[in-house]
């Protein structure tokens, strides 16, 4: 069972960054590939970005592409998003997910393990 853990969440101006953290508990962290979704209130979930195990391959949201970086730490079980020109459409819960295997899908359903989830607010 992989335990996920987010943070870096908080209340940011319009056209500011933030850096969300996904931390887990899995020793072989770097068997998974690992991805972001975010849900705003009333909305379906919706993907932001995934990267491969081994961080050669990433996929992004059509909103958020050029916005949004994401990247890992396998030595620290951990992945990044790096969102950067933020904008109020961009505030949500932020979910981190995991998925073993050697596609990198985009779908929520296609991840086993979910994170809690940490608020971004963005202010316009």
């Known amino acids: 069972q992989v335990q996920l853990v987010e943070s870096g969440g908080g209340l940011v101006q319009a056209g500011g960054s933030l850096r969300l953290s996904c931390a887990a508990s899995?020793?072989?962290?770097?068997?998974?590939?690992m991805a972001w979704f975010r849900q705003a209130p009333g909305k379906e979930r919706e993907f932001v970005a995934a990267?491969?195990?081994?961080?050669?391959?990433?996929n992004y949201g059509a909103s958020v592409k050029g916005r949004f970086t994401i990247s890992r730490d396998n030595a620290k079980n951990t992945v990044y998003l790096r969102m950067t020109s933020l904008k109020p459409e961009d505030t949500a819960v932020y979910y981190c997910?995991?998925?073993?295997?050697?596609?990198?899908?985009?779908?929520?359903?296609?991840?086993?393990?979910w994170g809690q989830g940490t608020q971004v607010t963005v202010s316009s």
């Open positions: 990267m491969s195990q081994s961080g050669s391959y990433t």
């Open positions: 899995e020793r072989t962290f770097s068997l998974y590939n």
């Open positions: 997910a995991a998925v073993r295997g050697i596609y990198l899908p985009a779908g929520a359903s296609d991840y086993d393990y």
